[in-house]
Every structure is written in C-alpha cells, then in structure tokens.
C-alpha cells in the first residue's frame, strides 16, 4: 500500500485474521486464474462470459469494502 500512489493503483485490505485464504483469482482480458500455490495447480478459464461475471463480483465487493 505504500506506492498505491506512483503505481496509480487504489488497495484496500481485508482483515487477514478474519478471512485467510492463500488460493488467488486473478481476472484479466477474457481470462480467469484460479491458482493454489500450495497445491501446486492452477486452472485458467477463457471464457468472455465467465471472466465478465468475476470482474462484476469484484466490482460490488471493492464498493461495499470502501464504505
């Protein structure tokens, strides 16, 4: 969060000892990541629609968190 300004970027944190999780989702272009970095697996699903869902459930909780 420290150079959320000169990487023109906006953080917000959630409270790690309420909601720990170390499996990630990463959304991009028409792309959906699921990765298990202590599992060892990843999945990667191209999909217009599914990646557009993901960036949606995003969107509505970034706004409820910043409240």
Do not use: C
């Amino acid at each position: 969060m420290t150079h959320n300004r000169e990487e023109a970027r906006d953080a917000l944190l959630v409270p790690g000892e309420k909601y720990s999780f170390s499996p990630e989702i990463n959304i991009y272009d028409n792309k959906v990541l699921f990765a298990s970095w202590q599992e060892k697996m990843a999945i990667v699903i191209e999909s217009e629609e599914i990646s557009d869902f993901h960036k949606k459930i995003f969107d509505v909780l970034y706004e409820k968190l910043k409240k």
